[in-house]
């Protein structure tokens, strides 16, 4: 009876969790393997400050966003979301650790308290790029590290990494380096230098590192090195 019991009950915290937590919630849709769920529609959180349920697969979009939801970690967010991953309006959340490895849409992740681009290396992103728009970043050392948009290139209006609204203050360079990277948006709000800077990038983009190294001397010749890190 105890064996049974152990068996069956991560399977009920699992639905009553969802059905709690997850917006129009359909039992149907839902099959849990090995402890975790696999749900075949998109799932939009409310009323929770952690994703206390293990998701492997939705088979939709999975969306944490509003003041409904308060987290603080990406952690037990699906490994594979089959649509578009939307985080927004989170400002505990600081860290990208523990996202999905495997987004079918766009990547948002926008309005929260994320310094540092990173834990995104082995991420695939399926369309047309990522969005970190209003968040406290002020460098961009290591994107190149980070993403790999030359899948979501194929897709109409691929390669995009909006930023809009980020204080960003220096090291542009790696922009250069993103596997199938197009563009960047900086939205209204942009200091001139930011400008100035990026101008001098776009003229560089899908030139590899040659394009990298002739940027890097443009910028440090116009008295803007400090965007010039990678």
């Not at 959180?45 to 979009?61: E, S």
């Not at 290139?153 to 220096?170: A, K, N, S």
């Not at 400008?195 to 002739?214: F, H, N, P, S, T």
Request: hydrophobic share 40%; charged share 30%; glycine share 10%.
């Amino acid at each position: 009876m105890k064996i049974r019991e152990l068996k069956e009950s991560p399977i009920v915290n699992i639905r009553d969790w969802m059905k709690k937590h997850v917006k129009n919630f359909d039992d149907e849709l839902l099959e849990i393997k090995d402890g975790e769920a696999w749900y075949d529609a998109k799932v939009i959180l409310q009323n929770t400050t952690r994703i206390d349920v293990p998701f492997a697969k939705v088979n939709g979009g999975f969306t944490v966003a509003g003041f409904s939801c308060d987290i603080e970690s990406l952690k037990n967010c699906p490994r594979v979301v089959m649509g578009d991953f939307h985080i927004m309006n989170q400002p505990k959340l600081r860290s990208l650790e523990h996202g999905p490895i495997h987004v079918d849409g766009y990547y948002y992740v926008t309005d929260c308290s994320i310094e540092k681009i990173s834990h995104l290396s082995d991420t695939l992103i399926m369309k047309a790029g990522v969005d970190f728009s209003r968040n406290p970043i002020k460098s961009l050392a290591g994107i190149h590290k980070e993403l790999d948009l030359s899948l979501a290139m194929m897709e109409g209006g691929g390669g995009t990494v909006l930023l809009e609204d980020c204080p960003i203050e220096r090291d542009l360079l790696g922009l250069i380096l993103i596997p199938g990277f197009q563009r960047a948006k900086f939205g209204f709000n942009r200091p001139k230098e930011l400008i100035d800077a990026y101008e001098i990038i776009e003229k560089y983009i899908g030139k590899g590192r040659k394009g990298a190294l002739d940027a890097q001397e443009e910028l440090e010749d116009n008295d803007l090195g400090h965007f010039s890190g990678i």
